[in-house]
């Protein structure tokens, strides 16, 4: 299956999750997973929250950003190239610290 984020209209989503600002989304969805490809603008975030039931891998394609960790502090950079896991039960926050939008792919899926 090819999913066409090019063919797909942008959905701004304000204070997602308790977060600053929209979280401005294209996004699939079946039964087990959301695979997204989403943009924050500097100084938005995506709000601190819990993976209770599912689990999810962001990988930054551009801009830089800050990972907030499961005790709510900032604890990595997010930047092109890199990887963010977080695991079924932690939780966790991205915020666009940089200048230019923070442009990720996401997919969250269920165990």
């Not at 005790?71 to 079924?88: F, S």
Request: aromatic letters at 8%.
């Amino acid at each position: 299956m090819v999913i066409d984020f090019n063919k797909m209209s942008e959905e701004a989503k304000p204070n997602f999750k308790g977060g600053l600002k929209e979280y401005n989304v294209k996004m699939f969805t079946d039964d087990t997973n959301k695979i997204m490809h989403g943009r924050l603008v500097p100084g938005a975030s995506i709000g601190f929250h819990t993976h209770e039931t599912d689990q999810e891998v962001i990988y930054v394609l551009e801009g830089e950003g800050t990972v907030i960790n499961g005790e709510g502090i900032p604890d990595d950079k997010a930047l092109p190239g890199q990887a963010l896991y977080c695991a079924k039960g932690q939780s966790h926050s991205l915020v666009n610290t940089g200048t230019k939008d923070l442009i990720f792919f996401a997919v969250v899926s269920a165990v």
